[in-house]
């Protein structure tokens, strides 16, 4: 089935996942042609190319099937927890209970761009007063008005502090429509100060203990919450049990991105690159499966790796992503343009790093959730972004500006200025809607005259 | 009042700003230093952060007006919005002000959650003693507290409205300020009176262009059973003409006074102000005894039950309007935000399903664009229909 790696369309995907079922090819459970999802009205697959490896077929299928798994464990007598905003902390202690399984409803901002706005969910949103001034996150209300996209959760929790207003917000009317909500807090990351215990976080960042402590008690309360969910208790070894499984959920993408963002030719596209990483954040509602997924995938980019095959000309830009995009086809339209990724940093680089075992679990959840680059300052995340393009040997950033996101309005603005102070590299800023159809071709230019601007600076 | 507010700044030292109703002006003038709070105007053409897509018009004209004052010595900036929280690095990285980020949780039911609250307090007061202030004793905070002429303090109302025009009317008109007082510069290469009288011009000659917070003028401060300050009219005025209208929110700058002459034109009448810069965000009373055995405690719980759409759950801020809507009489609200305003933009629909009044909303992209004679003709068939 080894083949010379090439982007393919969904309908070559069931044409080919036809002749390997006539083979015999085992699948998983979940598994089967891609193109069922489009009779389900993710539409936008029809648009979107595909790595045509096995791996890339199991993932984009464990992808998709989230709902079903989330409604099989219902069934099976699991409790269901949904971890908002909240991008690697609490589904790490979830999943420490057997009984329980988390997942991130705010994934429903991605339901827009895959059912091509069809869903009905941001016409719902646009009824409850969260207009297209809102991130597309908004999705999330009307996926809970309907519940056709995911079961509502037994619990609901959500980080608040230090985080988008948009979401706090539309959360907050969700609470007001009745579903109770699990807050907790997460202060603004500071540095320390003259005299005051400070903490390395993973990452690089560091905190003052104090807020270590701070948000080490948050998180005990939502122990509690979780316990009384399980009804039984979760210790700190049933929690360095949880920790250890979410390591090598992060050891496996630490090696992907190392391969993706390095090895020439590029072993794997940037979008299943972008589905690899989302998984870190909340397992995809199913941790072993998730890491499983990940192993075959990381097994196929070293297979590539080590025959020399992959994707793009050498003269590929080497760009650095900064944000996700709301529309997926914008990870292919890079790399039509000539660009691909050495770099990324979406959100939640906290969730891809090792979490320390050497402190008590508690505790080094409250480090990662201190890690993470949006509770901190914009600065600090420029910080970190300039380390990895450092490390990556990008040759240009694209800021991936999010509709109505209240952290877009000026981050870039502050990325922009230290990468091209430090680093003195071009930097492109764009938005990104759920649905870029209608702009492909102003996009297309822009994203042309970056790898062109690059270009022309080798040359020089 | 004027008087009283220059004689508390008469021996001035150092001026700190801020304008979130979370900074509590006891604890920066216990510290013998001078809290200002700024209301923008905004400026125009001075310029730190420029208009951008998606930043809120309030976070950033406050930003603006910060980074164009002269004789200001320090700024506070609180993390109770993002865009707040974000302005916050632009402003440290352009400015060379020195600035602090103040950590006010979004959550309050904890008993964590308070504590840091009042740890980040005693962080602020390391931060005004490196400033230059003197490290407060509880003599001197107590003294604060009950200072009824404290911009901050919440005994009158108007007397906060008072502290906030001589802060933001200082560039506006020095000559009205004696002369040892600190001054801030006129920035602008057009002066504000300029804006103002602009938008007088656009408003016609019917309109008064009058200090920010002359609707309350006539107000009496109460306490509300829950200890809350309370907005009411006086007799007299609550049975005056006009329809009795709410004004519900976020902060207003100044020039948003003319949303307050607009109502007042067309036949309504002020009887609560629930923005941010009106009652809503003040402090209840402080308790005497508690404060008597420890103020600084006494002021972080007092100012950390500000109700406001960013707490979570803001639970708070309906039972405070429901209290002092109904103790108002107003018979609708016009409930106004800025444009990316996420957090009270959210709380529209909301509050419409929920109060059982009129709601007319008004967004604002703060910038003296939006359309004066719309904003009057909506404010005018508001209230025609409440007639």
Same mark, same amino acid.
């Given at each position: 089935? &080894?083949?010379?790696?090439?982007?393919?369309?969904?309908?070559?995907?069931?044409?080919?996942?036809?002749?390997?079922q006539?083979?015999?090819?085992?699948?998983? #459970?979940?598994?089967?042609?891609?193109?069922?999802?489009?009779?389900?009205?993710?539409?936008?697959?029809?648009?979107?190319?595909?790595?045509?490896?096995?791996?890339?077929?199991?993932?984009?299928n464990?992808?998709?099937?989230e709902?079903?798994?989330?409604?099989?464990?219902?069934?099976?007598?699991?409790?269901?927890?949904?971890?908002?905003?909240?991008?690697?902390?609490?589904?790490? +202690?979830?999943?420490?209970l057997d009984?329980?399984?988390?997942?991130?409803?705010?994934?429903?901002?991605?339901?827009?761009?895959v059912?091509?706005v069809?869903?009905?969910l941001?016409q719902?949103a646009? &009824?409850?007063? =969260?207009?297209?001034?809102?991130?597309?996150?908004?999705?999330?209300l009307?996926?809970?008005?309907?519940?056709?996209?995911?079961?509502?959760p037994?619990?609901?929790?959500?980080?608040?502090?230090?985080?988008?207003?948009?979401?706090?917000?539309?959360?907050?009317?969700?609470?007001?429509?009745?579903?109770?909500?699990?807050?907790?807090?997460?202060?603004?990351?500071? @540095?320390?100060?003259?005299?005051?215990?400070?903490?390395?976080?993973?990452?690089?960042?560091? #905190?003052p203990?104090?807020?270590i402590?701070?948000?080490? &008690?948050?998180?005990?309360?939502?122990?509690? #919450?979780?316990?009384?969910?399980?009804g039984?208790?979760?210790d700190?070894?049933?929690? #360095?049990?949880?920790i250890?499984?979410?390591?090598?959920?992060?050891?496996?993408?630490?090696?992907?991105?190392?391969?993706?963002?390095?090895a020439?030719?590029c072993? +794997?596209p940037?979008?299943?690159m972008?589905?690899?990483? +989302?998984?870190?954040?909340?397992?995809?509602?199913?941790?072993?499966?998730? =890491?499983?997924?990940?192993?075959e995938l990381?097994?196929e980019?070293?297979?590539?790796?080590?025959a020399?095959t992959?994707?793009?000309?050498?003269?590929?830009?080497?760009?650095?992503?900064v944000?996700?995009?709301?529309?997926?086809?914008?990870?292919?339209?890079?790399?039509?343009?000539?660009?691909?990724?050495?770099?990324?940093?979406?959100?939640?680089?906290?969730?891809?790093?090792p979490?320390?075992?050497?402190?008590?679990?508690?505790?080094?959840l409250?480090? +990662? @959730?201190?890690a993470?680059?949006?509770?901190?300052?914009?600065?600090?995340? @420029?910080?970190?972004?300039?380390?990895?393009?450092?490390?990556?040997?990008?040759?240009?950033?694209?800021v &991936?500006?999010?509709?109505?996101?209240?952290?877009?309005?000026?981050?870039?603005?502050? =990325?922009a200025?230290?990468?091209r102070?430090?680093?003195?590299?071009?930097?492109?800023?764009?938005?990104?809607?759920?649905?870029?159809?209608?702009?492909?071709?102003?996009?297309?230019?822009?994203?042309?005259?970056?790898?062109?601007?690059v270009?022309?600076?080798?040359?020089? | 009042?004027?008087?009283?507010?220059?004689?508390?700044?008469?021996?001035?030292?150092?001026?700190?700003?801020?304008?979130?109703?979370?900074?509590?002006? $006891?604890?920066?003038?216990?510290?013998?230093?001078?809290?200002?709070?700024?209301?923008?105007?905004?400026?125009?053409? !001075?310029?730190?952060?420029?208009?951008? $897509?998606?930043?809120?018009?309030?976070a950033?004209a406050?930003?603006?007006?910060?980074?164009?004052?002269?004789?200001?010595?320090?700024?506070?900036?609180?993390?109770?919005?993002?865009?707040?929280?974000?302005?916050?690095?632009?402003?440290?990285?352009r400015?060379?002000?020195?600035?602090?980020?103040?950590?006010?949780?979004?959550?309050?039911?904890?008993?964590?959650?308070?504590?840091?609250?009042?740890?980040?307090?005693?962080?602020?007061?390391?931060?005004?003693?490196?400033?230059?202030?003197?490290?407060?004793? /509880?003599?001197?905070?107590?003294?604060a507290?009950?200072d009824?002429d404290?911009?901050?303090?919440?005994?009158?109302?108007?007397?906060?409205? !008072?502290?906030?025009?001589?802060?933001?009317?200082?560039?506006?008109k020095?000559?009205?300020?004696?002369?040892?007082?600190?001054?801030?510069r006129? %920035?602008?290469?057009?002066?504000?009176? *300029?804006?103002?009288?602009?938008?007088?011009?656009?408003?016609?000659?019917?309109t008064?262009t009058?200090?920010?917070?002359?609707?309350?003028?006539?107000?009496?401060?109460?306490?509300?059973?829950?200890?809350?300050?309370?907005t009411?009219?006086?007799?007299?005025?609550?049975?005056? %003409?006009?329809?009795?209208?709410?004004?519900?929110?976020?902060?207003?700058?100044? /020039?948003?006074?003319?949303?307050?002459?607009?109502?007042? *034109?067309?036949?309504?009448?002020?009887?609560?102000?629930?923005t941010?810069?009106?009652?809503?965000?003040?402090?209840?009373?402080? *308790?005497?005894?508690?404060l008597?055995?420890?103020?600084?405690?006494?002021?972080?719980?007092t100012?950390?039950?500000?109700?406001?759409?960013?707490?979570?759950?803001?639970s708070?801020?309906?039972?405070?309007?429901?209290? $002092?809507?109904?103790?108002?009489?107003a018979?609708?609200i016009?409930?106004?935000?800025?444009?990316?305003?996420?957090?009270?933009?959210?709380?529209?629909?909301?509050?419409?399903?929920?109060?059982?009044?009129?709601?007319?909303?008004? *967004?604002?992209?703060g910038?003296? $664009?939006?359309?004066l004679?719309?904003?009057?003709?909506r404010?005018?068939?508001?209230?025609?229909?409440?007639?």
């Open positions: 089935m &080894s083949e010379a790696p090439r982007q393919i369309t969904l309908r070559e995907w069931d044409r080919r996942y036809e002749r390997w006539a083979a015999g090819v085992p699948q998983p #459970a979940y598994g089967g042609p891609l193109g069922r999802h489009v009779a389900d009205g993710d539409t936008r697959l029809l648009k979107l190319r595909f790595d045509n490896s096995p791996a890339a077929l199991r993932l984009w464990f992808l998709l099937t709902e079903d798994r989330l409604r099989a464990a219902r069934a099976g007598g699991k409790r269901l927890v949904g971890t908002m905003k909240d991008l690697g902390t609490v589904p790490v +202690m979830a999943y420490s009984n329980l399984v988390a997942f991130y409803p705010d994934g429903a901002w991605w339901i827009p761009c059912m091509e069809n869903s009905g941001l719902i646009d &009824s409850l007063g =969260i207009d297209e001034s809102f991130c597309p996150v908004r999705a999330m009307g996926a809970f008005v309907t519940e056709a996209h995911f079961p509502i037994d619990l609901l929790t959500c980080s608040v502090g230090a985080t988008c207003d948009d979401f706090s917000a539309i959360a907050q009317r969700l609470n007001g429509l009745g579903h109770p909500i699990l807050w907790w807090e997460i202060p603004h990351r500071r @540095a320390p100060e003259e005299g005051e215990e400070a903490v390395l976080l993973p990452g690089g960042f560091s #905190a203990k104090s807020q402590e701070f948000v080490k &008690s948050e998180l005990q309360r939502v122990r509690f #919450a979780l316990e009384d969910l399980a039984r208790s979760l700190d070894e049933m929690l #360095a049990r949880g250890a499984q979410a390591n090598e959920v992060r050891r496996l993408l630490a090696q992907l991105q190392h391969l993706a963002f390095t020439a030719p072993p +794997m940037a979008l299943e972008l589905i690899a990483e +989302m998984l870190a954040i909340h397992f995809c509602s199913d941790r072993a499966e998730t =890491i499983a997924v990940l192993r990381l097994e980019v070293n297979r590539r790796v080590a020399g992959g994707y793009f000309p050498a003269d590929a830009v080497r760009i650095f992503w944000n996700p995009v709301a529309d997926l086809r914008v990870m292919n339209l890079l790399e039509d343009c000539g660009g691909r990724i050495c770099g990324t940093e979406y959100l939640f680089t906290h969730a891809l790093d979490i320390p075992v050497d402190v008590p679990p508690l505790e080094t409250a480090q +990662m @959730a201190l993470d680059p949006m509770v901190g300052s914009a600065i600090d995340r @420029a910080t970190r972004i300039i380390a990895e393009i450092c490390r990556f040997g990008a040759e240009a950033v694209i &991936s500006r999010i509709p109505g996101a209240s952290h877009c309005a000026l981050e870039g603005e502050i =990325i200025e230290m990468v102070e430090e680093c003195g590299l071009p930097v492109l800023e764009i938005e990104v809607p759920p649905l870029t159809d209608a702009m492909a071709p102003a996009l297309r230019t822009r994203l042309e005259a970056l790898v062109e601007t270009r022309d600076r080798r040359s020089r | 009042m004027l008087s009283s507010v220059v004689s508390y700044m008469a021996e001035p030292e150092k001026i700190i700003v801020y304008t979130c109703p979370y900074v509590p002006a $006891e604890w920066i003038a216990a510290h013998g230093l001078t809290p200002r709070r700024l209301i923008p105007l905004p400026v125009a053409g !001075a310029v730190t952060i420029p208009r951008m $897509e998606g930043l809120c018009p309030y950033r406050f930003v603006n007006d910060v980074a164009a004052c002269e004789n200001v010595d320090g700024v506070i900036i609180t993390t109770l919005c993002d865009q707040m929280r974000r302005v916050f690095d632009l402003l440290v990285r400015a060379r002000l020195p600035a602090f980020l103040l950590n006010v949780p979004s959550t309050w039911q904890t008993v964590a959650a308070q504590r840091l609250y009042l740890d980040e307090l005693k962080r602020l007061s390391r931060f005004l003693v490196r400033l230059g202030g003197r490290a407060p004793d /509880r003599d001197e905070l107590a003294r507290m009950l009824p404290l911009p901050g303090e919440s005994g009158s109302e108007f007397r906060l409205q !008072a502290g906030v025009r001589s802060t933001a009317f200082t560039r506006v020095p000559s009205d300020l004696p002369s040892s007082l600190p001054r801030l006129n %920035v602008e290469p057009a002066a504000p009176e *300029d804006s103002l009288a602009r938008l007088k011009a656009e408003l016609g000659p019917q008064r009058k200090a920010f917070g002359d609707p309350l003028r006539t107000h009496e401060t109460n306490r509300t059973a829950t200890g809350r300050p309370s009411r009219l006086g007799r007299t005025e609550s049975h005056g %003409v006009g329809v009795p209208i709410a004004v519900v929110g976020g902060p207003l700058m100044q /020039r948003d006074q003319v949303l307050f002459d607009i109502i007042r *034109d067309c036949g309504g009448q002020i009887v609560l102000d629930a941010e810069t009106g009652a809503r965000g003040r402090h209840g009373p402080f *308790d005497r005894r508690r008597a055995d420890d103020p600084l405690l006494e002021l972080a719980q100012y950390f039950r500000i109700p406001d759409a960013g707490r979570r759950p803001n708070e801020l309906y039972e405070w309007l429901q209290e $002092e809507l109904h103790r108002s009489g018979r609708g016009l409930f106004h935000h800025y444009v990316w305003c996420d957090k009270w933009r959210a709380e529209l629909a909301r509050l419409k399903e929920w109060v059982g009044l009129a709601v007319l909303g008004l *967004d604002s992209d910038n003296g $664009e939006m359309s004679a719309r904003l009057r003709s404010v005018r068939a508001f209230l025609e229909m409440l007639e």
